[in-house]
């Protein structure tokens, strides 16, 4: 009883208050059109005050926190091996590439400016992967402090735009181009940033190229589990000194191995569409309260701070992963 006390009087207002603002985002995309996670960071940092209020602050981190990662771990609902499988080794190549080269990129371009290597895995991931999940998933592993928080909210609102325009311009970069509609699934699928910018290029060509758009896209999301895992175990590394010297050691991310289990459960029982469907929905809500609690936890003040070179940054990503996925599909023939 006093645990259900002590949630209600120190979690709850915050949790509420990170719904409410999920709720209104997903009500304002339906209907009126535009990212829903854009609609969250926005609404969230309009009540950044709520950050500091006592009872809010509580459950407001929780959802920051715990929750992304709950979101994050039913990612695996999306994903099978025999989806993987199905598209060949060509696509499966030019996805690792594409990952692991934009993140290579981010790291370069930030090598010599103010921001740090962390700020270049993060956007180099985000525009990798799979855009705002991804950078929400690779911050809850990176070094907490007031500089991750910051990146985090502006990387995830600057690829999200990023992704928004892309959804436009790439199918008609695709027909200027004269790709067949699996080269322009694939093109799609391995170069916008979010699974829902994604989905609307692709069935926008065509039925087929929407499938093929989706199950690359997909690919590329699970890509999250070794690229997170490979942070986890570098930034561990970098910080065993301050872990002998007495500090807190960082927690083991056990909504990586959420996601691995899930991945393989979806992989090898036949779960019913209706299940499957819920919990890719609970795994949205739980992503979209987690962006619009970070909202909260974020001032325009702190955004400004960051200055004009990240936005190159993330811009520079974008474009070499779509010339990268370009070329691969011309010189390789996929």
């Given at each position: 009883?006093?645990?259900?006390?002590?949630?209600?009087?120190?979690?709850?207002?915050?949790?509420?208050?990170?719904?409410?603002?999920?709720?209104?985002?997903?009500?304002?995309?339906?209907?009126?059109?535009?990212?829903?996670?854009?609609?969250?960071?926005?609404?969230?940092?309009?009540?950044?005050?709520?950050?500091?209020?006592?009872?809010?602050?509580?459950?407001?981190?929780?959802?920051?926190?715990?929750?992304?990662?709950?979101?994050?771990?039913?990612?695996?609902?999306?994903?099978?091996?025999?989806?993987?499988?199905?598209?060949?080794?060509?696509?499966?190549?030019?996805?690792?590439?594409?990952?692991?080269?934009?993140?290579?990129?981010?790291?370069?371009?930030?090598?010599?400016?103010?921001a740090d290597s962390a700020f270049g895995c993060?956007?180099?991931?985000?525009?990798?992967?799979?855009?705002?999940?991804?950078?929400?998933?690779?911050?809850?592993?990176?070094?907490?402090?007031?500089?991750?928080?910051?990146?985090?909210?502006?990387?995830?609102?600057?690829?999200?735009?990023?992704?928004?325009?892309?959804?436009?311009?790439?199918?008609?970069?695709?027909?200027?181009?004269?790709?067949?509609?699996?080269?322009?699934?694939?093109?799609?699928?391995?170069?916008?940033?979010?699974?829902?910018?994604?989905?609307?290029?692709?069935y926008s060509v065509s039925d087929p190229t929407?499938?093929?758009?989706?199950?690359?896209?997909?690919?590329?999301?699970?890509?999250?589990?070794?690229?997170?895992?490979?942070?986890?175990?570098?930034?561990?590394?970098?910080?065993?000194?301050?872990?002998?010297?007495?500090?807190?050691?960082?927690?083991?991310?056990?909504?990586?191995?959420?996601?691995?289990?899930?991945?393989?459960?979806?992989?090898?029982?036949?779960?019913?569409?209706?299940?499957?469907?819920?919990?890719?929905?609970?795994?949205?809500?739980?992503?979209?309260?987690?962006?619009?609690?970070?909202?909260?936890?974020?001032?325009?003040?702190?955004?400004?701070?960051?200055?004009?070179?990240?936005?190159?940054?993330?811009?520079?990503?974008?474009?070499?992963?779509?010339?990268?996925?370009?070329?691969?599909?011309?010189?390789?023939?996929?």
């Open positions: 009883m006093k645990f259900l006390t002590h949630i209600y009087q120190e979690k709850l207002p915050g949790l509420l208050a990170a719904l409410m603002i999920a709720i209104t985002s997903v009500f304002l995309s339906n209907h009126y059109g535009g990212p829903t996670m854009l609609f969250a960071l926005l609404l969230g940092i309009a009540f950044n005050f709520l950050s500091d209020h006592e009872r809010c602050k509580d459950g407001i981190d929780l959802a920051s926190k715990k929750i992304l990662r709950l979101g994050v771990a039913l990612l695996g609902f999306r994903i099978s091996v025999d989806a993987v499988v199905g598209l060949g080794i060509g696509p499966v190549i030019l996805v690792i590439v594409g990952v692991a080269a934009t993140i290579a990129l981010g790291l370069f371009l930030t090598r010599d400016s103010q993060l956007t180099g991931g985000s525009v990798a992967i799979c855009g705002a999940s991804a950078a929400m998933a690779l911050s809850s592993v990176l070094p907490q402090n007031e500089d991750n928080e910051r990146n985090t909210i502006f990387t995830v609102i600057t690829v999200t735009a990023m992704s928004t325009i892309a959804m436009v311009v790439y199918p008609m970069v695709a027909a200027l181009f004269g790709l067949d509609e699996q080269q322009t699934g694939i093109f799609l699928g391995a170069t916008i940033h979010d699974v829902a910018q994604v989905v609307g290029a692709g929407g499938d093929t758009a989706t199950i690359v896209k997909l690919l590329r999301v699970a890509m999250l589990l070794p690229v997170v895992m490979v942070v986890m175990m570098v930034v561990r590394t970098h910080s065993r000194k301050a872990q002998q010297s007495g500090a807190a050691k960082l927690p083991f991310p056990w909504f990586v191995l959420g996601f691995v289990v899930l991945v393989g459960l979806n992989s090898t029982v036949a779960i019913p569409s209706e299940i499957s469907a819920f919990f890719v929905d609970m795994s949205r809500w739980a992503i979209v309260m987690a962006v619009a609690a970070l909202g909260m936890k974020t001032s325009f003040g702190a955004l400004i701070k960051v200055g004009y070179f990240p936005v190159a940054v993330i811009v520079a990503e974008t474009v070499f992963l779509a010339i990268l996925c370009l070329s691969a599909i011309f010189v390789f023939g996929m």
